[in-house]
């Protein structure tokens, strides 16, 4: 592929750039140059980049079709029955497959009656409610065995009684045996503040019903990273959820705390595919646009990434809302949409 301007990883724009991909992977990025006789060569004079990949969606409320024409190449699913998302993440690594790479966490981790277990939006299987640390260790024991990507907990008590702290600590104990990140759902007050005591390392959303202390927050941000899903709490105005996660966002960011993108998808109107609204928002926080195109991508241009791309209108450093003007998106090498 031939590009007139890219952005291949942070801090690196290009022009007149060359990327050639084989085998689902890339093989060279650089400088146009002469290619073998025969070669198929895709020119665009658009806005090259790596492809988008959503950290937080709940895919059995989507359309995963619609989220690969939307330009997110891969996604992690935060919550879904296991038997359902995990032959679903085995489907999605065929070339056959309409859809995104998928990595699952399987059901949610909770006390019992505790959040998804009554959520209406969350069928049998979800939640996976936990008594004593023997059975939240043999939980993730078997979910690490079924191929799961990360640990998902609920720390919500505002819906039902959160994870207790002898599930919570034996979780990550275990998470860390079988080498799996541990992503909490915090809401409340002290929910973030009891991830951080278990040794939580990510938080699955930025928090939203409270303003984090400057102590709470130091400490996220030395240990742990933060997917941003910052757009379910707009609702087309300034709410006051979503003026909280900015502003614990913002303070996170300047304390150097890591955030990567991830929109929980399946959660009320967010559109499928990569949202531009998410990304204004995630500048509004305080993240520079440079920083913005480093939390929403997979993994930069260079040789042996993941052939996943997408072109670009127009340039999203000195504007977002490019990304609403998508003109092509390819997964492992294979144009699978065009506009």
Not at 185 to 208: I, K, S, Y
Not at 306 to 311: G, T
């Amino acid at each position: 592929m031939r590009a007139a301007q890219a952005w291949l990883g942070p801090g690196r724009v290009a022009t007149d750039v060359q990327v050639t991909c084989a085998a689902g992977v890339i093989q060279d990025a650089g400088p146009a140059q002469p290619v073998p006789e025969g070669a198929e060569v895709l020119v665009t004079d658009g806005f090259l980049m790596p492809a988008g990949a959503d950290r937080h969606v709940h895919l059995g409320l989507a359309d995963p079709a619609a989220v690969l024409r939307g330009g997110v190449t891969a996604v992690r699913d935060l919550a879904w029955p296991p038997e359902a998302i995990f032959a679903l993440a085995d489907a999605s690594e065929l070339p056959s497959f309409n859809g995104p790479l998928v990595r699952a966490a399987g059901p949610m981790l909770t006390a019992p009656g505790g959040y998804p277990s009554k959520a209406s939006w969350a069928p049998p299987g979800t939640a996976r409610e936990l008594s004593g640390a023997d059975q939240a260790a043999a939980a993730v024991t078997e979910l690490a065995a079924l191929g799961a990507a990360a640990i998902k907990v609920s720390l919500n008590e505002e819906d039902g009684p959160p994870l207790g702290d002898a599930e919570l600590m034996a979780v990550c104990e275990a998470a860390r045996a079988s080498d799996l990140p541990v992503t909490a759902h915090a809401q409340g007050a002290g929910q973030v503040e009891r991830a951080l005591g278990a040794g939580v390392d990510e938080l699955a959303h930025t928090p939203w019903t409270h303003r984090l202390s400057e102590d709470a927050t130091s400490a996220a941000a030395a240990r742990l990273r933060i997917v941003s899903t910052l757009h379910i709490h707009a609702h087309g105005a300034d709410t006051p959820e979503l003026l909280t996660v900015l502003d614990n966002l913002r303070r996170f960011h300047e304390a150097g705390g890591s955030v990567i993108y991830g929109t929980d998808l399946g959660n009320g109107p967010i559109p499928p595919g990569i949202d531009p609204a998410e990304l204004v928002l995630l500048a509004r926080a305080g993240l520079e646009p440079d920083e913005v195109l480093a939390a929403l991508v997979r993994a930069p241009i260079e040789v042996g990434a993941p052939a996943d791309l997408i072109v670009l209108a127009r340039d999203p450093l000195r504007d977002l809302t490019a990304f609403a003007e998508l003109r092509l998106v390819v997964r492992a090498g294979r144009v699978v949409a065009r506009y």
